[in-house]
């Protein structure tokens, strides 16, 4: 399997079929293929080689989609890099697997001086903008231009294709190592599970560095689709977008589906072509569905449950699962069934299948199970046993063999689609002098699924404020990953043994909750 096959397919099949359309500017597959071939020679140029990491920073674009492609035709794996981290955290990404090229659009090129000076890597910049390129870069269209387009690389199968980093228990991140065939497995395996247009056009709204939005770009080349890209999420850009294009596809989380669908000038706009939402990162609330059921009769809802590590989907809830004979048969609460390219298990803490009905850990299997995390042996080897993916989520089967998930072995919060790991957001506040210690878990918010809430001693005599707070964690880590509440507590709930007792502190907000999770 090679994820290149797609436009060596659509130069065969469909060469004037319009594959990309972003701010007025539309390419056909043949002029895409073309501008990916030089861009491809391009990056070969400055230095990039078979296996070389190649990282960008940038809002959605129909540039980032040729970086994807590009990369990869040259023999290159991607590192798309999350917009939404510190130049600290960007420059640790680029760090820890040696990326030395990174293409950069105008929304951060006003990041360069500190990646420059925080990052032992970084060689050479690349603009991807559309100004003038600014000293001391070179030109994303000027690399285009004036190279001969090569011949694609054809790593393929178990080559490496992508570094996607995600939270890490230790407080740093963990660069998930994808290859070909897993992401190309990923995305056959969710085509097969759940009816889905051929020929579509679809839409990114979702960014592309998260691997969701990768999913979705695998699933959409897959059938040589047109792939139509609005910058960023906003509600107005979704359906300004699906009216104007006709989009017949597209991935939000159930947060940005709400937004869109209680937007006030909803009704100005034809979405009737749009017949599947996909979503993921948390479930739909029932009331939210009935809202979108109402806004959008056309379209099949679809969750999608899994994580980086799997490339990134395990199960699907398909459409009817969604309509009131799946509700009514308690189907709209599960995550789905194992897509045909994942086997489950769960399983106990010796790693034994436990009963049907029983909670446990959620295992997978199969081609979609990441290679491992770059440079991290140790933590590899606890995630991968025996073949296993261990997610570290607690889920119970039920008799027809669909996924419950009912709470995380791990302490992260899924806030807004974005994963937050505890542990980091507690090593920032346990740098205030006037804390003692600290617990951050996730609990309910009705726009972002989870929110991020610290409870917090003090040490005798000191005193805090929220927005003291808010200000030191922001200066630390990202905005998405700080307190968004906080209570002062005398003290943290412990075990005799001594250990936190985080569950605990969730029970006064999930206790009227059907899930422990959102």
């Given amino acids: 399997m090679y994820l290149t096959q797609p436009l060596h397919k659509a130069l065969r099949e ?4 319009t594959a990309t359309v972003f701010a007025g500017r539309r390419h056909t597959y043949a002029q895409f293929a073309d501008r990916v071939a030089r861009l491809a020679a391009g990056l070969r140029a400055l230095g990039m080689q078979p296996g070389d990491r190649v990282g960008m920073l940038s809002l959605n674009s129909d540039r980032y989609l040729e970086y994807l492609y590009a990369v990869l035709w040259g ?13 600290q955290e960007v420059a640790y990404s680029l760090d820890d697997c040696d990326t030395r090229i990174l293409l950069v659009d105008d929304a951060f090129s006003a990041y360069l001086p500190d990646l420059r000076a925080e990052s032992r890597s970084l060689r050479t910049t690349v603009y991807a903008g559309d100004d003038e390129t600014p000293d001391g870069m070179h030109g994303y269209e000027a690399l285009v231009g004036d190279h001969a387009p090569m011949d694609d690389a054809m790593r393929h199968d178990d080559d490496l294709a992508g570094i996607f980093y995600t939270g890490g228990t230790t407080g740093l991140p963990k660069g998930v190592m994808l290859s070909h065939r897993n992401l190309y497995s990923d995305a056959l395996g969710t085509l097969a599970a759940g009816y889905r247009q051929p020929a579509v056009v679809g839409l ?15 699933q959409l080349a897959a059938r040589l689709a047109t792939h139509v890209v609005i910058p960023q999420f906003t509600p107005e850009g979704v359906l300004e977008a699906v009216s104007a294009e006709g989009v017949g596809e597209t991935f939000l989380v159930p947060t940005m589906l709400k937004r869109v669908v209680e937007h ?15 979503y993921g990162a948390a479930p739909i609330d029932s009331t939210l569905l009935d809202r979108a059921t109402r806004a959008l009769p056309n379209a099949d809802f679809i969750q999608l449950y ?12 398909p459409a009817w699962c969604h309509k009131p004979e799946g509700r009514k048969a308690g189907k709209l ?27 446990g850990e959620i295992a997978v299997r199969g081609p979609t199970v990441m290679q491992g995390y770059w440079n991290k042996p140790e933590q590899t080897e606890a995630a991968l046993r025996d073949g296993w993916m261990h997610t570290g989520d607690a889920g119970y089967m039920d008799a027809d063999g669909f996924l419950y998930v009912v709470d995380r072995l791990k302490d992260m919060v899924i806030s807004g689609g974005e994963n ?11 740098k205030l002098p006037q804390v003692s210690a600290c617990a951050v878990i996730g609990i309910p918010d009705e726009d972002l699924g ?27 880590i990202a905005g998405y990953k700080c307190p968004r509440s906080m209570e002062l507590r005398d003290e943290l709930p412990l075990s005799a043994a001594g250990k936190l007792l985080k569950f605990k502190l969730r029970e006064p907000y999930w206790n009227a909750r059907e899930r422990q999770v959102s």
């Fill in 450 to 476: 989870e929110r991020v809430h610290a409870a917090i001693v003090l040490k005798e005599g000191a005193s805090l404020d929220f927005e003291t707070l808010s200000r030191h964690c922001r200066s630390l």
């Fill in 75 to 87: 023999g290159g794996v991607i590192n798309p890099v999350n917009i939404r981290w510190s130049a």
């Fill in 204 to 218: 990114h709204a979702a960014p592309l560095f998260h691997v969701g939005g990768i999913g979705l770009t695998v």
């Fill in 306 to 317: 899994g994580m980086t590590e799997l490339s990134p989907v395990a199960t699907l809830l």
């Fill in 264 to 278: 006030r000038s909803f009704s100005d706009f034809d979405t009737d072509s749009l017949g599947c939402v996909l």
């Fill in 420 to 430: 937050v790991y505890s542990v980091e957001v507690e090593n920032a506040i346990l």
């Fill in 14 to 17: 469909c060469p004037t079929r």
């Fill in 333 to 359: 609460l599960s995550a789905g069934k194992p897509v045909s390219t994942a086997e489950l298990r769960i399983v106990d803490p010796e790693g034994r299948d436990v009963e049907t009905g029983t909670v």
